[in-house]
């Protein structure tokens, strides 16, 4: 399974951006999908996460209310839109499969994840 995660970029805060993660070699639709992020110097943390069915979502605290995640099985894509980002959002942000399929609930800690994507810069500016 490989994962391509895109849309990251320079941005003011405030502002909004999408990310998109494309998911090839699996079945994408069994699996429950995550965002993770790693900021210089810290450890990376869970941002959100989207059953396989897309019927639920789980968002970190930081970002709730701000975030959304989706997917779109069609297409094997999972997708973080980004609204009022801060400058405390600077990260590379990584997308991740959660392990086994049909997983009821997807995690929030990285050992819950099997694969991951390469990671796409995120910056805001202030």
């Known amino acids: 399974v490989q994962l391509q995660a895109s849309g990251g970029g320079l941005v003011q805060a405030g502002g909004s951006l999408r990310l998109s993660c494309a998911v090839s070699?699996?079945?994408?639709?069994?699996?429950?999908m995550g965002w993770f992020r790693q900021a210089p110097g810290k450890e990376r943390e869970f941002v959100a996460a989207?059953?396989?069915?897309?019927?639920?979502?789980y968002y970190a605290d930081s970002v709730k209310g701000r975030f959304t995640i989706s997917r779109d099985n069609a297409k094997n894509s999972v997708y973080l839109q980004m609204n009022s980002l801060k400058p405390e959002d600077t990260a590379v942000y990584y997308c991740?499969?959660?392990?086994?399929?049909?997983?009821?609930?997807?995690?929030?800690?990285?050992?819950?994840?099997?694969?991951w994507g390469q990671g796409t810069q995120v910056t805001v500016s202030s």
């Open positions: 991740a499969t959660a392990y086994g399929i049909y997983t009821a609930v997807p995690g929030r800690q990285e050992y819950e994840y099997e694969y």
């Open positions: 989207i059953r396989w069915s897309g019927t639920n979502t």
């Open positions: 070699g699996g079945t994408f639709s069994r699996y429950g």
